[in-house]
């Protein structure tokens, strides 16, 4: 079984060495231990009066807001009585005043390896800020889901976004330690950083395989396996067409009320022939309950996953998107605001390169492997000095 960094702090009793320092905490309900107790409880556990914040990112410390500028408040966790400082609504980044009351900020949050996942980035910024300020940063290093398996196309800095602030491809391939160091290395060299790193973990692994209970990082991430198709659907995100939000199964169904499912289910089977891509399509009705489609009887189809290994989540959906596009006139991109950016369209931001937001729309042909995979060469070499795991 694999041990988690915050079971590591505690079991090698790591955390004898911040006793009496003034400790704040950047979490959610997805940070718990094996028996799923919390790490905030943890850490008023250890730390006592000396734990004085709380900060959540994205969807609320209790993962109970849905997405997209749907910001949580500052309030008091109600079983440590810690105020918790909210970081993705009243503000994005902690205020100095929020870091003047702490010495060490430790890092808790289970992200799901894709870039537009705001977790990341919440990391970014308080990294950016505890540089600015000279407080240390802690990483409790969790599992990247998805493993050390990269996707393109790289983000474009004309792209820069809250789901996108430095040059990653979609599916980057590092958990979120690895990934600390990569952001300490090319922007933050200053900044006193920390990684409590993992037993038992192996790069090469994806979720099931750690043995562990997986606990939804955010509400639409209900089970691991969605997390695998997560860096591809969550492009349809700035589409008309639903990524099964407000269904049992988002990300893992897709579809519009204006699909024309028997004719269109033909193409498919021939787009992705199950021994190529590592899926099946199977023809679903659905009527969201809320976001896209609210009500309405949508046509679409659910992926399922027969190998993962093999699967290719942004490939599949740039192919899916690209054909949908090609054959509706209804089909249509989204216009901003989305993740508070408001003059770059949704799928500018979430795509992040010209190349393939040209050859998209039919202004350019070109390789996508390429884009997707040979152009990851640098990138690849890169990340191997942070590599924090064997494969």
């Given amino acids: 079984m694999v041990y988690y960094g915050l079971e590591v702090f505690i079991k090698e009793e790591l955390f004898k060495k911040y006793l009496g320092k003034r400790i704040a905490l ?9 028996h799923f107790k919390p790490s905030f409880i943890w850490f008023k556990e250890i730390f006592g009066s000396h734990l004085k914040l709380l900060f959540s990112p994205q969807h609320g410390l209790f993962a109970e807001k849905q997405a997209n500028m749907i910001g949580s408040e ?9 105020p918790v400082v909210s970081l993705y609504g009243p ?7 929020h870091l003047d009351e702490v010495e060490i900020i430790f890092v808790d949050l289970q992200e799901v390896g894709c870039r537009v996942y705001t977790y990341i980035w919440t990391l970014y910024l308080m990294m950016e800020s505890c540089e600015r300020w000279g407080k240390k940063v802690v990483i409790l290093d969790r599992p990247n889901p998805i493993g050390r398996i990269i996707e393109g196309p790289l983000l474009e800095s004309k792209y820069f976004s ?3 602030m430095e040059e990653l491809p979609l599916r980057y391939g590092l958990t979120i330690g690895e ?16 990684v409590i790193k993992m037993i038992g973990y192996r790069g090469r692994m994806f979720f099931k395989d750690t043995e562990r209970s997986w606990v939804f990082s955010s509400p639409n991430i209900p089970f691991w396996e969605v997390a695998l198709v997560y860096p591809g659907q969550v492009l349809l995100e700035g589409t008309n067409l639903s990524e099964g939000r407000g269904t049992t199964l988002p990300f893992l169904i897709f579809g519009a009320p204006f699909l024309q499912i028997k ?8 787009l992705f022939p199950p021994e190529k891509t590592g899926c099946l399509l199977r023809p679903v009705v659905f009527e969201p309950t809320f976001s896209k489609w ?8 659910q992926i399922h996953l027969i190998n993962p290994a093999q699967f290719q989540p942004v490939k599949f959906s740039l192919i899916l998107i690209k054909f949908l596009k090609e054959t509706y006139p209804e089909f249509r991109f989204l216009e901003p605001p989305y993740e508070f950016e408001k003059n770059l369209k949704p799928i500018e931001i979430l795509i992040g390169n010209s190349a393939v937001l040209n050859w998209i729309e039919g202004k350019e042909e070109i390789d996508l492997d390429f884009y997707l995979y040979y152009n990851l060469k640098k990138y690849k070499e890169e990340i191997k000095e942070f590599y924090l795991y064997d494969n």
């Fill in 91 to 97: 503000r994005l980044s902690p205020e100095k005043k």
């Fill in 294 to 301: 609210k009500n309405q009887r949508c046509y679409g189809f």
């Fill in 162 to 164: 809250l789901i996108g």
């Fill in 179 to 194: 990934l600390s160091l990569l952001f300490k290395k090319r922007k933050f060299p200053n900044l006193e950083l920390e």
């Fill in 74 to 82: 500052d309030e008091i966790e109600p079983f440590t009585h810690t």
């Fill in 26 to 34: 950047l979490c959610n309900q997805a940070s718990v231990d094996a």
């Fill in 263 to 270: 004719e269109t289910f033909k193409v498919l089977q021939s």
